[in-house]
C-alpha cells in the first residue's frame, strides 16, 4: 500500500548510495506514482551521480504530465551524460502520456532559449523538440541548424530528417544544395 511507498522514501534520506538505488529501483518495481515528485528530487539533487540516473531512469515509467517542466530542468542541470541520457529518455517516455504538446514544448522551448544552456543539453532539448513537433519547435531547429556548434548543428539536422510529417522539407532541400559535408547532404535527402 501506500504507508510502504512512504517508507521506502523515507528510508532514502538516511541510506548509503547503493541503498538509495536500490531503494528507487523498488519504488520503479512497485509502480508507485506517488513517489514521482520524490524521484525527480532526487535525478536532480542527489550527490551520487549513479542515484541521480537511476532516479531519472525511473521516472520513465513513474512521472505524471504535471512534472514535465521540472524534468525538462533536470535535463538541462544534468551533470554527466548518463544522467542526460536518463533525462531525455524520461522525458521522451513522459511525452507519450501528454495530451497537449502545445503546452508541453512551453518548457522545452524555454530551456533552449536560455543562453547558459550547455551544448550537450541543447542537443538533448533539440531531440525532444523534434518529438513534440508543431511550429515553435520547428523553428527552434531551423534557428539551431545556424548554430556554429557542430554538435548543435548536427542533431538539429538529424531531428529534422526525423520530422513526423514534410513540414521542413523546403529547409532539408536547401541544405542538401548548399552543403559541401556528405553527410550532412545525404541526411538531409
Same mark, same amino acid.
Request: aromatic fraction near 0%; charge should be neutral.
Given at each position: 500500500? =501506500?504507508?510502504?511507498?512512504a517508507?521506502?522514501? =523515507?528510508?532514502m534520506?538516511?541510506?548509503?548510495?547503493? =541503498?538509495?538505488?536500490?531503494l528507487?529501483r523498488?519504488l520503479?518495481?512497485?509502480?508507485?506514482?506517488?513517489a514521482a515528485?520524490?524521484?525527480?528530487?532526487?535525478?536532480?539533487?542527489?550527490?551520487?551521480?549513479g542515484?541521480?540516473?537511476?532516479?531519472?531512469?525511473a521516472?520513465q %515509467?513513474?512521472a505524471e504530465?504535471? /512534472?514535465l517542466?521540472d524534468m !525538462?530542468?533536470?535535463?538541462?542541470?544534468?551533470?554527466?551524460?548518463?544522467?542526460?541520457d536518463a533525462?531525455?529518455?524520461? !522525458?521522451?517516455? /513522459?511525452?507519450t502520456?501528454?495530451d497537449d504538446? =502545445?503546452k508541453?514544448?512551453a518548457?522545452v522551448?524555454q530551456a533552449?532559449?536560455a543562453?547558459?544552456?550547455?551544448?550537450?543539453? #541543447?542537443?538533448?532539448?533539440? #531531440?525532444?523538440a523534434?518529438?513534440?513537433?508543431g511550429g515553435?519547435?520547428?523553428?527552434?531547429? #531551423?534557428?539551431?541548424?545556424k548554430?556554429?556548434?557542430?554538435a !548543435?548543428?548536427?542533431t538539429?539536422? #538529424? %531531428?529534422?530528417?526525423?520530422?513526423?510529417?514534410?513540414?521542413?522539407m523546403g529547409?532539408?532541400?536547401? /541544405?542538401?544544395?548548399? %552543403?559541401?559535408y556528405?553527410?550532412?547532404? !545525404? /541526411?538531409?535527402?
Open positions: 500500500g =501506500a504507508e510502504i511507498d517508507a521506502l522514501v =523515507a528510508a534520506a538516511g541510506a548509503d548510495a547503493p =541503498a538509495r538505488v536500490a528507487v523498488a520503479e518495481a512497485r509502480g508507485s506514482r506517488a515528485p520524490a524521484l525527480l528530487a532526487a535525478g536532480r539533487q542527489d550527490a551520487d551521480a542515484v541521480r540516473a537511476t532516479a531519472l531512469l521516472l %515509467t513513474l504530465p504535471p /512534472l517542466p !525538462v530542468a533536470a535535463l538541462r542541470e544534468a551533470k554527466t551524460d548518463g544522467e542526460r533525462a531525455e529518455r524520461a !522525458v521522451l517516455a /513522459l511525452l502520456r501528454v504538446k =502545445a508541453a514544448a518548457p522551448l533552449l532559449a543562453a547558459d544552456t550547455a551544448v550537450p543539453a #541543447r542537443c538533448s532539448l533539440l #531531440r525532444v523534434g518529438r513534440l513537433g515553435p519547435c520547428l523553428g527552434a531547429l #531551423r534557428e539551431a541548424l548554430n556554429p556548434d557542430e !548543435v548543428h548536427n538539429a539536422l #538529424r %531531428t529534422l530528417a526525423d520530422w513526423p510529417d514534410a513540414e521542413p529547409d532539408l532541400l536547401a /541544405l542538401a544544395r548548399a %552543403t559541401d556528405k553527410t550532412h547532404r !545525404v /541526411l538531409a535527402l
